[in-house]
């Protein structure tokens, strides 16, 4: 069904990276979104009031909030499609995240509605009616909602789309809701005890607790999180594969919407290799970057001592002493200048972001300590950095 959907509404649907064809994914998402929870409403909502149960009235709401949420997201991702201009060079793809953000906030915002609903329920309780009919419809939505989570699950993971994952997250928390509704239904027939206020509570929490679940995730890329380790390893194996590039640290990775990201990255480049020719080689990757991987990238040139043996000997030396320390350490722009009495070591260490700050002054001294002992007249010269990276 959910191919078919594609390949009915989707004009060049495997071409995921273009912009359009993004927004086609986006409004067909959205559409079927309202369709089916327009639907699921007006059934649950008819079924609450005939049983005179809060638990599937607030449920019925939460569709009626999911519908909405997918009208956002229509508009979110029919605005994130503008095109850059002079206000916006980058574009407005960060509007499909913050339409997510609304969502978010609708979502919690039912939550406390009926959660203030279902209170009064357990202090007045009303009688339940119970009918098989109602109970059918009820399992026909969960049916519905387990689709509508795989559907936006599945087009969320193939476009990289913040939206449509946060409306899949959504999905399978009413089809939790809703079972729970018809839990309590059961448990009222046959056991004649009336808990429908206790869950309608329970169900509006998790509604809150799913809308906080989606502005977490929302939230995330407009703050500015670390890089993606598989992105690290996609961006720098690229860039590594390059002849005339030694090596590659200090990635940073801009998100400005799902389909565009700035990046910028250190290369290291033989020192012995004439800059033009190294600059040829960077504005190659540059511009491949671009085309093959999405990304607008930056890339600074350090050169690298490449003939000299003993510099080489020494860098092994002191990586080896960081290894000892953390596995984890990585050391990069290594210089030595040589003096009469004693010789320095200029290098940046790269250390990982749980360290505190006691424990980066005791590694700069455990480091300086174990080089020394390599040669009494060396002296390091250190920058402490913490990566960019997310860690496992």
């Not at 309780?125 to 109602?134: A, V």
Request: charged share 20%.
């Amino acid at each position: 069904m959910v191919d078919f959907l594609v390949h009915k509404f989707v004009k060049d649907y495997q071409n995921v990276e273009n912009a359009r064809v993004r927004t086609e994914y986006g409004v067909m998402a959205s559409t079927v979104g309202i369709i089916c929870n327009i639907l699921l409403f007006t059934g649950k909502f008819m079924v609450g009031l005939v049983l005179h149960s809060v638990s599937v009235q607030a449920d019925a709401f939460n569709n009626l909030s999911d519908a909405a949420s997918s009208v956002v997201g229509f508009v979110g991702v029919k605005m994130a499609s503008k095109p850059a201009d002079k206000d916006h060079p980058f574009g407005h793809g960060r509007i499909e995240y913050i339409a997510a953000l609304i969502v978010s906030f609708l979502v919690i915002e039912v939550g406390l509605n009926f959660l203030k609903t279902a209170v009064g329920k357990i202090w007045e309780p009303e009688e339940l009616s119970f009918s098989t009919i109602s109970v059918l419809v009820l399992l026909i939505s969960i049916g519905v909602k387990l689709w509508m989570a795989y559907f936006n699950r599945k087009l969320g993971r193939r476009i990289h789309s913040t939206v449509m994952m946060a409306t899949a997250t959504d999905a399978m928390g009413d089809v939790v809701t809703t079972s729970a509704a018809v839990l309590s239904l059961l448990f009222c027939r046959f056991t004649g005890i009336n808990i429908d206020g206790i869950v309608g509570a329970l169900v509006s929490l998790v509604v809150m607790w799913a809308g906080v679940g989606i502005a977490k995730d929302t939230l995330e890329p407009l703050i500015g999180k670390a890089v993606d380790p598989e992105l690290y390893r996609q961006v720098t194996e690229f860039v590594e594969g390059y002849e005339g590039i030694l090596g590659s640290h200090d990635l940073i990775v801009h998100n400005y919407g799902p389909t565009r990201s700035l990046a910028s990255i250190h290369a290291e480049v033989p020192n012995d290799v004439s800059i033009e020719i190294s600059h040829e080689i960077i504005d190659r990757i540059e511009r491949e970057a671009a085309k093959k991987l999405g990304i607008f990238l930056v890339i600074h040139m350090d050169p690298v001592e490449v003939r000299d043996d003993r510099i080489a000997a020494v860098r092994s030396k002191v990586t080896a002493v960081l290894k000892e320390l953390d596995d984890r350490l990585t050391l990069h722009d290594f210089r030595m200048v040589d003096g009469e009495q004693q010789i320095n070591l200029i290098f940046d260490v790269v250390v990982p972001f749980a360290y505190r700050e006691e424990e980066l002054t005791q590694l700069q001294l455990d480091i300086m300590e174990r080089v020394s002992i390599l040669d009494s007249r060396y002296q390091c010269v250190m920058t402490i950095e913490k990566g960019y990276v997310a860690e496992g």
